[in-house]
């Protein structure tokens, strides 16, 4: 899990100086989320070394471990699922293209109640409220 990378060819990639990438660089290795750095830099024979600590440390948490990442997927799935079962919406049943008919019915008063987040398609609601401002 080890990446070379120059410098160099982030700047050009970026279109930034080397100043910028430096610093940028330098940022992040003294970001630390639960103890660990997000980037550890150290110099390599020819080109600087870059490790991701927190990175590394985030895929053993969720069960991604070399050679076994079915359990990891489904660890993450559980935990998608449960995020997304403890979130009621409004008109839950509707696909998005029901929704849609069923907001460009309603008035203009019920739907300016309704919030994107109530939604689970919440771009529906704001394409008909543009809609309407347009007409």
């Known amino acids: ?3 070379f ?3 160099v060819d982030i700047a050009g990639q970026f279109q930034l100086s080397l100043e910028q990438v430096q610093h940028s ?3 992040m290795t003294r970001i630390r989320i639960q103890g660990l750095p997000l980037i550890k830099i150290s110099e390599g024979p020819k080109y600087l070394i870059f490790d991701m600590p927190r ?3 985030f895929i053993k948490q969720i069960g991604f471990m ?3 990442s ?3 997927w489904k660890v993450l799935r559980e935990t998608i699922t449960k995020v997304a079962s403890d979130k009621t919406y409004k008109f839950a049943k509707l696909d998005m293209y029901q929704l849609q008919d069923h907001l460009a019915k309603m008035s203009d ?3 300016n109640k309704l919030k994107e987040e109530d939604l689970l398609y919440g771009w529906i609601l704001k394409n008909e409220k543009k809609h309407r401002k347009n007409n």
């Open 55 to 57: 990175h590394k440390e």
């Open 1 to 3: 899990m080890k990446s």
């Open 70 to 72: 079915s359990k990891g």
């Open 25 to 27: 660089l330098a940022r």
């Open 66 to 68: 070399k050679f076994n």
């Open 5 to 7: 990378i120059r410098l």
């Open 109 to 111: 008063e019920e739907l």
